[in-house]
């Protein structure tokens, strides 16, 4: 005969011990409140809903054209080489062909060497970090520049307020610096 | 064996905290005036990693090159401040430069 005499748990712990089950269940259910993020930032990266999330319209480079579109319609993002905004874009159907490189500048570019950032991917669907400095003035322009397999080189440019509205509140935000 | 310890959940919820989705390295450089009517430049990428060997060229506001460069081990480049109008380009290939201005590079 056990002579053990079982002492009751506290109430904590016996309400621990009822219902640890049913509780853990609940733990299965918080992935699901990530999941219309997690879904909406999938089908940007794939395409699924478009260039970007704002296209800023059609921008005449030359004989050429491309539709520029914000990644994300906000404001440039930190990086260590200073705040970055990420553009995708992608050119015309017919110049597809005939485009070697694309470039994005804030301001006009001063030669082919300083174009600015490069853009990566396919025509259909290119992407580029543009550096943002942060004196940028809120009238500034958006160049692009493209060059061709044929040698020629065109540029064109959109207003910075045109291409992506967030970067100018983000400026403005900031002040502007001397 | 015990799969649930509290250090080992702790570790997991820190590695995808701290994962980062990409990691691109962005070209940065650098100047600055130091003694002697000279400036130091330094290039690197935000990666962290240095540039050694990366040309920067001084070029002047009509396009020649005053001061043809490249970066050293310690992916620095001294020069003599151009008595011209200038700017410093950093040019890790096509689309990766950084330009600096004079108007950019802090006096001493």
Known sequence: MSRVVAVPPSPLRAFWLKWRFHINVLLLLIPLGFMPKYFADAALFRGDTGLGERVAGQVQVGPWSLTLAEFRNEGPSPDPAGPMKFFNAALCDNCAEQVKATYLRIGKPRSLRAAGVIFFGTPYRMGAALPVPERTPADAELWVTMEGWDGTMHQGSIPLSQASPATIAWLNKQGVKP | ?108
């Open chain 2, 1 to 108: 064996m015990n799969m649930m310890h509290p250090a080992r959940v702790a570790a997991a919820l820190l590695c995808a905290g701290f994962s980062s989705p990409a990691l691109a390295h962005n070209p940065m450089c650098e100047c600055k005036e130091i003694p002697g009517e000279q400036i130091q430049c330094k290039g690197g990428f935000s990666d962290g990693s240095g540039a050694p060997g990366v040309t920067l060229d001084v070029i002047g506001y009509d396009e020649t090159i005053l001061v043809p460069g490249k970066l050293g081990e310690d992916s620095t480049l001294t020069f003599k401040k151009p008595s011209a109008e200038f700017y410093v380009l950093f040019d890790a290939g096509p689309g990766h430069v950084v330009e600096i201005d004079q108007a950019d590079i802090q006096p001493q």
